[in-house]
């Protein structure tokens, strides 16, 4: 378990005033940012109003009525761990909206308040709006009427976890967005404290927004408790198995896929959602559990910002991905601005029968686009050297696959190949479809750019998709 520090972000999370929250209703995300300025400040003022006619504070106490908009925060939160105490009464119902999606839910467990039928004998601290995935507590902690009950919610991704008086009652359930549940729960948006029929309480409210770095610490820690639950033994065999791959947008919000292998069945999911059934064989996968960091997405958006083409080649995009062609004299690259030292770079290659390509790294490019430095071949000939090390404009072949006969056979053409390179230190290390190719120490270049090359000649048709680059520095 990563070390979740509490931590007082701003006075008003302790309670301290009600106007550093703002009153906000039941509300679709992202329907605010439709309207004009105008439209926003005039709701703005009559939420406001409604919040001071329900809301007041009582020493340290944030108190409600039972009644109005809920209490929101100003700031939108990404990945957190919140913190606080509540005091309610019989009849009362309430919860915490979560990046403004419903819910934690929060509410009179007895017989006598009369939603047993709805799952209330279950106790608080349930996600009760879930259709398909868990929506109720593992067991009932809630306090007598009249004593405090203390609330954690960690939230990384669509995961919650939520501990009740110190138990942990949800178990990284994914929270499906209420709103629209084809797609997954917003990247960020406000904590609010929902009410609803009879007076509640709140006190000791504290909020941690976690890096990208622990959000994925969590969610690795996730990976060996699936096991757990299902009471299978570690590690498993290949036809029972699960392999989860994160990464980051641009923004650093962190996502999630995970791909399932149960006996013959094998699926993938995103947040939670099946996103496809996948065409192939258990057998082919490795047998064990896999955890990677891809890193950050890069190529998302066409604008292709960060990235430069250098030379005289057409650039076309396409559904996510970047085709490379043309006829000119000198061969021409998509560079980018950044440059890297450790990284582990993933993406997916396709290229036309004789052509030929490579993905540069570490390297240089001089006022005439000439780039310079190491090269992870892209062959689309009979050679089929793809995976192979090349230094551009240097000294030619490094690592060639004359002796990889495994390696050879790693590359199809006219079919999307993925790619793994990672340099850590001198050690370069190339993978085509899980395949082994280049591995080779080299102390040349520790830093330099990337570059997608497409070759001279007018014989080369290229397409790159799906690249993530993750920076290893301080590895070796």
């Known amino acids: 378990m990563i070390p979740l520090p509490l931590l007082f972000i701003a006075p008003f999370l302790q309670g301290h005033s009600i106007e550093d929250w703002r009153g906000r209703p039941h509300l679709t995300p992202g329907a605010e940012a439709t309207w004009s300025k105008a439209e926003r400040t005039q709701k703005q003022k009559e939420w406001d109003k409604d919040r001071d006619a329900h809301w007041r504070m009582e020493g340290n106490e944030i108190v409600n009525d039972g009644g109005g908009v809920f209490l929101t925060t100003i700031q939108d939160y990404g990945d957190f761990s919140l913190s606080l105490e509540y005091k309610t009464v019989a009849g009362a119902d309430s919860g915490i909206y979560l990046r403004g999606c419903p819910q934690v839910q929060i509410w009179d467990w007895t017989e006598a308040g009369g939603k047993w039928n709805l799952g209330a004998d279950k106790g608080s601290g349930g996600l009760w709006n879930n259709q398909v995935h868990s929506r109720f507590p593992s067991q009932r902690m809630d306090q007598p009427f009249g004593e405090w009950n203390t609330l954690r919610i960690v939230m990384v991704g669509s995961y919650v976890s939520v501990w009740m008086n110190g138990t942990q009652v949800v178990h990284r359930a994914v929270l499906e967005n209420y709103f629209d549940r084809s797609q997954p729960i917003p990247a960020r948006g406000p904590i609010q404290l929902q009410t609803h029929g009879g007076e509640i309480r709140w006190r000791n409210i504290s909020i941690t927004e976690f890096t990208p770095k622990e959000s994925v610490a969590f969610l690795c820690e996730r990976a060996a408790d699936a096991f757990l639950e299902l009471g299978r033994e570690w590690p498993p065999k290949a036809v029972n198995y699960e392999a989860r791959i994160f990464s980051r947008d641009t923004k650093n919000h962190v996502k999630m896929e995970e791909v399932f292998v149960h006996g013959k069945k094998t699926w993938s999911e995103v947040g939670g959602r099946v996103s496809a059934e996948l065409g192939i064989s258990a057998t082919t996968l490795p047998p064990q559990l896999e955890v990677r960091d891809l890193g950050v997405q890069h190529w998302a958006e066409q604008d292709l910002v960060g990235w430069r083409k250098v030379g005289e080649a057409t650039l076309d995009y396409a559904d996510g991905a970047i085709t490379g062609s043309g006829s000119f004299r000198q061969n021409s690259f998509l560079i980018s601005e950044e440059e890297f030292g450790n990284f582990e770079l993933n993406v997916d290659v396709k290229i036309n029968p004789g052509g030929n390509s490579g993905i540069q790294f570490r390297s240089s490019v001089d006022k005439e686009g000439r780039v310079s430095g190491y090269q992870i071949e892209i062959d689309g000939s009979a050679r089929a050297w793809s995976g ?86 301080g590895q070796s």
């Open 388 to 473: 192979g090390l090349f230094e551009e404009r240097g000294r030619a072949w490094l690592q060639d696959l004359k002796e990889n006969s495994e390696g050879r056979s790693a590359f199809h053409l006219g079919e999307w190949n993925h790619y793994r390179i990672r340099c850590v230190g001198d050690h370069i290390r190339s993978w085509v479809n899980g395949i082994p190719c280049a591995d080779f120490h080299d102390p040349q270049s520790a830093r330099g750019i990337f570059g997608f090359q497409i070759h001279n000649g007018g014989k080369t048709t290229v397409s790159w998709k799906n690249l993530f680059i993750l920076s290893l520095e």
